[in-house]
């Protein structure tokens, strides 16, 4: 197994899209009352999908939460779907748009990096990650742009890899589909431990260390043997 060298902007980042919200509104500076209203708005129903999820969002909530009434809220959003999908929208956004923060010098230090991020940042939003796979199985737009993000992150990952570190005999749609392969494994990996807890794979994790970092190694261990399988028979 490759030698791997601690990433500590990774490892000690605060991946939750609540305080970046945060940051991002209190960052604008004389904000007029209809900007600070939407903003109190989105922050309550990102608090809101955290705690309980969209199927039990209620209109009612969201309003009590941010101290307004209900026709003001629809002054801004026509309704629960379109709120909640505004949300998810920026949420995926600022996922998509996050970068390594060092550059790695092997493979598995990339794939490392990629997967303590993902893990990182499903960890810190579970709930809004349950929401992702709640409101794209309603949604069918919605599930159409999910599926457009997720093709984009696994192809980026692939060419990036491709690129710096190419697999021996493998060329760019093998890789790119193994990618997408891996990647459902970690969808999967993190539901069963952060969105929906599954208490003996909870327990199994505990098996190998427990933490992120440890759990991120293990799983880009499998990654690593997957996509260069030639160098463990070196």
């Given at each position: 197994m490759p030698v791997h060298a601690p990433n500590p902007d990774l490892e000690e980042s605060n991946f939750s899209f609540r305080d970046w919200l945060v940051g991002q509104q209190e960052q604008v500076k004389g904000r007029r009352k209809g900007e600070r209203t939407r903003d109190r708005i989105r922050l309550a129903t990102v608090d809101l999908l955290n705690e309980s999820g969209y199927r039990e969002l209620r209109v009612s909530d969201v309003c009590e939460r941010a101290a307004i009434t209900p026709p003001v809220l629809y002054l801004y959003f026509s309704s629960k779907q379109a709120l909640v999908e505004d949300v998810l929208r920026e949420f995926l956004?600022?996922?998509?748009?996050?970068?390594?923060?060092?550059?790695?010098?092997?493979?598995?230090?990339?794939?490392?990096?990629?997967?303590?991020?993902?893990?990182?940042?499903?960890?810190?939003?579970?709930?809004?990650?349950?929401?992702?796979?709640?409101?794209?199985?309603?949604?069918?737009?919605?599930?159409?742009?999910?599926?457009?993000?997720?093709?984009?992150?696994?192809?980026?990952?692939?060419?990036?890899?491709?690129?710096?570190?190419?697999?021996?005999?493998?060329?760019?749609?093998?890789?790119?589909?193994?990618?997408?392969?891996?990647?459902?494994?970690?969808?999967?990996?993190?539901?069963?431990?952060?969105?929906?807890?599954?208490?003996?794979?909870?327990?199994?994790?505990?098996?190998?260390?427990?933490?992120?970092?440890?759990?991120?190694?293990?799983?880009?261990?499998?990654?690593?043997?997957?996509?260069y399988p030639q160098q463990l028979r070196q």
């Open positions: 956004d600022r996922f998509t748009q996050q970068r390594g923060r060092r550059t790695a010098h092997t493979a598995y230090d990339s794939i490392y990096d990629a997967n303590l991020r993902w893990l990182n940042w499903a960890k810190a939003n579970s709930g809004l990650i349950q929401c992702l796979f709640e409101f794209s199985g309603e949604i069918p737009e919605f599930a159409s742009l999910y599926a457009k993000a997720n093709h984009e992150w696994h192809l980026r990952t692939a060419q990036s890899l491709m690129r710096r570190f190419p697999p021996p005999g493998v060329d760019l749609p093998a890789l790119h589909l193994t990618i997408i392969a891996l990647g459902g494994m970690m969808d999967d990996m993190t539901r069963k431990l952060y969105s929906m807890p599954d208490e003996h794979t909870v327990s199994l994790v505990k098996n190998i260390g427990g933490d992120v970092a440890g759990l991120a190694r293990f799983l880009s261990g499998i990654w690593f043997n997957a996509l």
